[in-house]
C-alpha cells in the first residue's frame, strides 16, 4: 500500500462515522447510509488516490454523489403493486344512496313533526336550536319564563323523537323512570 492510500485509509476510519451521518440525514435511512459508506470507501480506494489533495473532502464528495445517484435510481423506481393498491385504496366517506335515501326520509319525518307542533312552541323550538338565540332573548320576544322555553324546547324534543323513533336528550329536569 502506498502512502496516499494508507492516509485516505486512515482519513476514511476517522471520519466513518461523520459520513454515515451525514448520509443518512440526506437520504433518511441508516441502513442505506451504511451501505454507501462502504461503497464510499470501495471508490475511493479504487483508484486515482495519489492525487488527492484533500482526503476528507475527497471522500464526502464521493458520499455525497453516491447520495445523489441513490436518491435519482429511487425516483425512476416504479412502484410495487402493493404500493399502487395501497394509494388507490381511500375511502370513500360520502354516504352510499341507501344512507342518503334514510337521511332523506328522515328529513321528511322531522318536518312532519314539526309541522305537528303548535305554532308557538315550534317558533320557539326553531329559536333555540337553529336561531342561535338565548332562553332569554326567546323568552323575552314571546312574554315568557326562561323556564316555560325550556318546557317548551324538551316537549318539542320529546314529540320529535316519539314521530322519529328516536329517544329524546335529555339535557335538564329529572331522568324518566325506567319502565319494565
Known amino acids: 500500500m502506498s502512502d496516499s492510500h494508507l492516509k485516505l485509509l486512515a482519513v476514511f476510519t476517522e471520519q466513518r462515522a461523520?459520513?454515515?451521518?451525514?448520509l443518512a440525514r440526506r437520504l433518511g435511512s441508516r441502513d442505506t447510509a451504511e451501505d454507501l459508506t462502504q461503497?464510499?470507501?470501495l471508490r475511493a480506494s479504487g483508484g486515482g488516490a495519489s492525487a488527492v489533495v484533500n482526503p476528507r473532502a475527497y471522500l464526502f464528495r464521493i458520499?455525497?454523489?453516491?447520495?445523489?445517484?441513490?436518491?435519482?435510481?429511487?425516483?425512476?423506481?416504479?412502484?410495487?403493486?402493493?404500493?399502487?393498491?395501497?394509494?388507490?385504496?381511500?375511502?370513500?366517506?360520502?354516504?352510499?344512496?341507501?344512507?342518503?335515501?334514510?337521511a332523506r326520509d328522515e328529513l321528511i319525518m322531522l318536518q312532519r313533526a314539526l309541522d305537528e307542533l303548535p305554532p308557538?312552541?315550534?317558533?320557539?323550538?326553531l329559536a333555540a336550536r337553529l336561531g342561535a338565540q338565548t332562553h332569554r332573548e326567546i323568552a323575552d320576544r314571546h312574554g315568557i319564563s326562561t323556564r316555560a322555553v325550556e318546557i317548551n324546547v324538551q316537549r318539542a324534543l320529546e314529540?320529535?323523537?316519539?314521530?322519529?323513533?328516536?329517544?329524546?336528550?335529555?339535557?335538564?329536569?329529572?331522568?324518566p323512570v325506567a319502565s319494565s
Not at 461523520?18 to 451525514?22: G, K
Not at 458520499?63 to 375511502?91: F, G, K, S, T, Y
Not at 308557538?120 to 323550538?125: E, K, N, T, Y
Open 159 to 175: 314529540h320529535c323523537a316519539q314521530r322519529l323513533e328516536k329517544n329524546p336528550v335529555r339535557r335538564f329536569g329529572p331522568r
Open 63 to 102: 458520499a455525497a454523489n453516491l447520495a445523489v445517484d441513490h436518491q435519482r435510481r429511487e425516483a425512476r423506481q416504479p412502484l410495487a403493486a402493493a404500493e399502487i393498491d395501497a394509494l388507490l385504496d381511500v375511502p370513500d366517506d360520502a354516504p352510499d344512496a341507501a344512507a342518503v335515501a334514510a
Open 18 to 22: 461523520a459520513l454515515t451521518r451525514f
Open 120 to 125: 308557538r312552541r315550534r317558533a320557539i323550538f
Open 39 to 41: 461503497e464510499a470507501w
